[in-house]
């Protein structure tokens, strides 16, 4: 069975994953965009979202390439698919990346109201799993084949994950950068006690990658 993992995940030095009041102009919360900068500047990123060439190709965009190795499926909290919150409010919003998102595969999408599977260019499901975290890995899982599922994001989506010791390994993208207040990844966290320990620091040109992995069954 593949693993469950978080890859590329942008933290501020003061550990935000997400700034305050995210909304559609602010999807990233205030301040949010500068989490991701290290990214953006990567030939991946711009080879993965806009399909064109250019960008750096060091030790950032290694971090970019291997975060999508070996994925047979992905699983997203539900603002990571769109900005709304309670009920649908309109169906013909298909995510913030338009009609051919960069996932190509499927993609379960944690939410409290059900939604019809959403079929997009380019490869990409979105199944909306209504029925908890559990479900979500469980249907990731099977349709990853053997291969490892990907969790997305966002803060609270992975927060639930660990808090329930179910992720195997957690790729973070230090950020040069602090918000003050948002989304806080660790907040009431024991990581030591799920589990979890730092196996690698690897100094990039605009981010520090941290590598945890969990080495046994938590406390």
């Not at 047979?72 to 900005?83: D, E, Q, S």
């Not at 990907?150 to 010791?165: E, M």
Request: proline letters at 6%; a negative charge; hydrophobic letters at 40%.
């Amino acid at each position: 069975m593949g693993k469950l993992r978080v890859a590329c995940f942008s933290l501020s030095i003061d550990g935000f994953g997400a700034g305050p009041e995210q909304s559609l102009d602010q999807p990233l919360g205030i301040g949010g965009m500068a989490l991701h900068q290290w990214a953006f500047a990567t030939a991946a990123f711009q080879r993965l979202h806009g399909g064109g060439i250019g960008g750096e190709t060091g030790v950032d965009n290694g971090f970019i390439e291997r975060g999508f190795d070996n994925v047979g499926a992905w699983i997203l909290g539900r603002n990571m698919f769109g900005p709304a919150r309670g009920p649908w409010p309109d169906l013909e919003w298909k995510g913030w990346w338009g009609e051919e998102p960069p996932y190509r595969t499927q993609v379960f999408v944690l939410t409290h109201h059900p939604r019809p599977t959403l079929v997009m260019k380019g490869g990409t499901t979105f199944h909306f799993v209504s029925d908890g975290v559990l479900s979500a890995l469980e249907r990731a899982r099977e349709a990853a084949g053997g291969r490892d599922v990907r969790l997305g994001g966002g803060v609270d989506a992975v927060r639930q994950y660990l808090r329930a010791g179910l992720i195997d390994e957690l790729h973070l993208a230090i950020a040069p950068t602090m918000l003050g207040s948002g989304e806080a990844l660790f907040a009431g966290l024991d990581l030591p006690a799920l589990g979890y320990q730092c196996e690698e620091l690897v100094p990039g040109e605009r981010a520090c990658h941290l590598l945890l992995r969990r080495r046994c069954a938590p406390a």
